[in-house]
């Protein structure tokens, strides 16, 4: 097993030196602009790299994930179509086609769907019925473009995907289910060097971007595993409230911004700078400082997702209780700089006195 996931680590890493020399020869590469602030074009080949080592790897052990072949075929479409936005800035309308199709195929060849919600509302049991599909394409769609839109510092994407892959192989594990545990490690093995590189660990110099290929992939990912972990059987791992709990913060932050953008009048597509992480930065945080700031709230909200499946918190509960964590985020968001504002005329007050 060991030497396996080292063999999956240095195909990633293996690909990744390659790739990043061929994606400028191309023009695969991100540019600064008004939006992207980093320095000289970075190659957008992480979510190519890693399509290629977990491809490599589940060609070899295909029993290991149930309808492979077509997760496969599913992550490499998506990684061309991420590739061909990355280059050529697609239309938002033809993603959404592309994803609401894939989820399709998922429901149709591979039977994964959401069957239940569990009892979230303290009614009992809700099973979706027909429902059920339209809410797949919606939960397809969702994770991949909130893993999509969080993926705006270095590191970031990387080490929150780390989180919930790291959370759901805690699960699976302590369920017996040693293979799915197992995937979602050689998904976290298939990302490290990535975040080495993105993190420039290097050199500057050989830094690379995930691009919409690898946020897309990982999205797709997630959603796929979630669905396997919460809707297989008669007593899955864990329960569907769960699932939301160890993807919160890009599910936060993507309904958040959302709202906000909506509520101003603009499209819920239309890129800005108001992330999560554009609002620790602009509050003087550094990058790293924000990057380990988030991905320790999203460990703390996974463990806390595996602490309430663990000791069988009602579901209900731990849904009231994630929707309240919604609020109150939202809200802090919503009105940050008054309360930056007021902190600071607190503190220099003080310093007064």
Known sequence: MYFELIFVFISSLTALFLLRKLAKKINLVDTPNKRKQHEGSIPLVGGIAICVSLIQFLYYHPNLLANSELYMLCIIVLTIIGALDDKYDLSFKIRLIIQAALS???????????HTLGDMFALGQINLGSLGYIITIIAVIGAINAFNMVDGIDGL????????????????????????????????????????????????????????????LIGFSVIWMLLLASQNGLEPPLRPVTALWMIAVPLMDMAAIMIRRIRRGDSPFQPDREHLHHIFQRLGFSSHQTLAIICFIAACYAGFGIYGEMIDIPEYIMFGLFILFFGIYFTLVSYVWRISSFIRRFYINKKKV
Not at 107 to 112: D, G
């Open 104 to 114: 399709l195929c998922m429901m149709y060849w591979a039977k994964l769907e959401l």
């Open 157 to 216: 994407l990387g080490g929150l995907s780390i989180v919930t892959f790291g959370g759901l192989a805690l699960l699976l594990s302590l369920d017996g289910q040693g293979n799915l545990a197992y995937i979602c490690m050689v998904f976290i093995v298939a990302i490290i060097p990535y975040v080495l590189f993105n993190l420039g660990m290097f050199g500057r110099k050989r830094r690379v971007f995930m691009g919409d290929a690898g946020s897309m």
